[in-house]
């Protein structure tokens, strides 16, 4: 999380013809220089104060990972700006879960049972279903798995046939006998920071 958050940095930095490690530079240079990028960060992508005390963490990091000084210390004003902005955030709206009687009661309204195989809807409804199933076991964001709000589907981005596997007892199976798996391994890109790949497997249970 932090390399990404150093990668921006630095992207912003070159941008405007600064040098990335600023520790060196007086109190008034880094303290515009940081006010300028959080303020960017707000305004550009909307980022909550949260979120940019976690990109300082990272800016901080990168100094010390590369041997350089804390790029924040003595800077108050950079402190009490986030501060402020803090509080004009308000408290956070935590996200609640989604439960499994929503799913249930979703469901009772897709055709998808065998007395409908033959209806149009059918083969849309089921994957409705199983995209829903997806997300929900193994914990997905919307990005990982599905189309962007505007309806364009990038397939090195989000999940595909390609990216799952079935197993069974330890051997993989090919994808037309996932029935018969035990357990199911998917492939996702983090759709929150990186593009980096993580492997997750869910194991078959009773029911």
Request: charge should be neutral.
């Amino acid at each position: 999380q932090y390399s990404g958050a150093v990668g921006h940095w630095i992207d912003v930095c070159h941008g405007k013809g600064w040098g990335p490690l600023v520790d060196e530079e007086s109190a008034k240079e880094r303290s515009d220089k940081f006010l300028w990028y959080f303020a960017y960060e707000r305004a550009v992508h909307d980022l909550k104060a949260r979120s940019i005390r976690s990109k300082r963490a990272a800016i901080r990091w990168f100094h010390l990972k590369e041997r350089h000084n804390n790029p924040f210390s003595g800077l108050e004003i950079v402190d009490n700006w986030l501060c402020d902005l803090e509080k004009n955030d308000g408290p956070s709206e935590p996200k609640l879960p989604v439960p499994i009687t929503l799913l249930q009661t979703i469901f009772c309204f897709l055709k998808t049972g065998p007395d409908h195989s033959s209806d149009s809807l059918f083969y849309h409804h089921t994957c409705i279903k199983a995209a829903l199933l997806t997300g929900f076991w193994f914990l997905l964001r919307s990005a990982e798995y599905l189309a962007e709000d505007g309806g364009h589907f990038d397939p090195d981005r989000s999940l595909t046939w390609g990216n799952g596997t079935p197993w069974l007892r330890g051997m993989r199976l090919p994808l037309h006998r996932i029935s018969e798996a035990d357990e199911i391994s998917i492939v996702i890109y983090s759709g929150k920071s990186n593009l980096e790949t993580y492997t997750r497997t869910l194991h078959k249970v009773p029911n």
